[in-house]
């Protein structure tokens, strides 16, 4: 039985998509949802499960990636800016969706560029079998 391998780069940029729609849907939907049952979409505490669902998966991906593979920094420093920017908009501009949407949109896509980042220089680094030093991928030609 083939168990396929769970990519958490892909995994990661799909939870920070799925707060863009959930953050871009919420101000229309809200009126909405407890008519047809789902007002558990309009919690505080959903809102939260994504930043901190986004947050783990990207310390699972990007944190191993960096220290055994690329060491490039600046893919942390892409999620840490989105996450920033995710935390002060559902921190300190609740209440106030002109500036909460830009923001956590925005931060968004920092942390999904911080996964895509991650996944490309992860395809071109290889290890070398002898050492632990990371060498750039030249494909030979066949």
Not at 8 to 26: F, I, P, Q, R, Y
Not at 56 to 71: D, E, Q
Not at 85 to 109: C, H, N, S, T
Request: charged share 15%.
């Amino acid at each position: 039985m083939i168990i396929p391998k769970l990519n958490l780069d892909n995994t990661g940029a799909t939870v920070s998509w799925l707060c863009v729609v959930h953050c871009l849907t919420m101000p229309m939907a809200v009126s909405v949802l407890p008519l047809i049952g789902l007002s558990f979409l309009a919690d505080e505490r959903l809102e939260w499960l994504f930043i901190g669902a986004s947050s783990l998966i990207a310390a699972l991906s990007l944190l191993p990636t960096y220290f055994r593979w690329h060491k490039k920094i600046r893919t942390l420093f892409l999620f840490a800016f989105g996450l920033t920017l995710v935390l002060l908009a559902q921190k300190f501009f609740d209440d106030d969706w002109r500036y909460q949407i830009p923001l956590l949109m925005f931060g968004a896509v920092m942390i999904t560029t911080s996964h895509l980042v991650n996944r490309r220089l992860c395809r071109v680094c290889v290890v070398s079998e002898n050492s632990t030093i990371l060498t750039k991928f030249t494909p030979t030609p066949e």
